[in-house]
């Protein structure tokens, strides 16, 4: 129940999620401080699916880095992360799809499938939104404004990150 777009640029890679935070019916009004877009170290990550997920990435990786920005690194990332988290949840599953940008580069995850970001993606139940506005050339902010405004399961504020290429 989110989204997070990306566009990669001739100067950087841009970011951008929505706010919404959901227990079982209910939204949670927040100030746009829940992290699905965080910053650790050099990487920018996107989150969309359970906040605990989420959470519990953003702690992997404080001490965990793919060895390179390339597809193969990434599945050996996304494994050890499994095996992490197995270990303190008793879950191995991914559950939630990631955007990460780092090193001049984004991927795109849904479970172990990797796919590297050459030009726009989304993802989150808003996706078909934020991906037709930026089909039609929109930034970021657009496609999550445009998904906040069509899918009831986004919400603003938008929150955006950039990483230099």
């Not at 955007?99 to 050459?118: D, H, L, Y």
């Not at 506005?133 to 930034?139: I, M, P, T, V």
Request: glycine fraction near 8%.
């Amino acid at each position: 129940m989110s989204v997070v777009a990306c566009r990669i640029n001739g100067d950087g890679i841009e970011l951008s999620a929505d706010s919404i935070c959901v227990q079982g019916y209910t939204q949670e009004k927040t100030s746009g401080k829940f992290a699905k877009l965080f910053e650790v170290a050099d990487m920018v990550i996107g989150g969309v699916g359970l906040a605990s997920e989420n959470v519990l990435m953003q702690v992997f990786a404080l001490t965990h880095k793919p060895a390179s920005p390339t597809e193969a690194d990434m599945v050996v990332f996304l494994s050890e992360f499994s095996a992490w988290k197995k270990a303190r949840t008793d879950k191995f599953d991914m559950e939630n799809d990631f955007i990460f940008a780092f090193e001049g580069k984004a991927f795109r995850t849904n479970g172990f499938s990797i796919k590297e970001v050459t030009d726009y993606t989304a993802i989150g139940a808003g996706m078909d939104f934020a991906l037709a506005a930026l089909y039609l050339g929109h930034g970021t902010v657009k496609a999550v404004e445009t998904a906040c405004e069509l899918s009831v399961y986004c919400e603003r504020p938008v929150i955006t990150k950039r990483v230099a290429r």
